[in-house]
């Protein structure tokens, strides 16, 4: 039988389509490294890299909008949770246990300030964990 030039021209178009798509895959195993090559310059120290970060979380294709909440959320299991919530611009950031408990909630004021509790006894280790889990969800989300 015959191979029909439109068969074999439909062939050719669909393998460079799955072709085209296959290269833009990411591998879930992609390294820290890898990914923050990737990822947009992020400083967690400067407010307008915070309020950006929280605008890209309403642009993600993975995070999820609670129309009764009015707020946007990107979970990674285990590792943590963002909320950013359109009405107030207040970004929060919960770093998770593997049982997904929350561990630790950094919040963002709208003008990318960070809330220190007056309470907090080590300051400078969370700021430093806030700025670590900020890197980490532009990393996620870069994804």
């Known amino acids: 039988m015959p191979i029909n030039r439109v068969s074999c021209l439909t062939v050719v178009v669909v393998a460079v389509m799955i072709s085209g798509c296959a290269s833009k895959l990411v591998d879930p195993a992609m390294s820290a490294s890898q990914a923050a090559t990737d990822a947009p310059a992020l400083s967690p120290s400067k407010p307008n890299d915070i309020m950006a970060l929280g605008v890209r979380l ?3 294709r993975l995070s999820l909008f609670s129309v009764s909440r009015g707020k946007y959320t990107f979970y990674v299991g285990g590792v943590l949770k963002a909320t950013y919530e359109t009405a107030t611009k207040i970004l929060r950031i919960s770093s998770l246990t593997h049982e997904d408990k929350i561990e630790q909630t950094c919040e963002y004021s709208p003008r990318g300030v960070l809330f220190i509790d007056p309470k907090e006894s080590n300051k400078d280790a969370f700021v430093s964990s806030c700025n670590r889990l ?5 990393d996620y989300m870069s994804r």
């Open 58 to 60: 309403t642009q993600n």
């Open 134 to 138: 900020a890197l980490s969800l532009n």
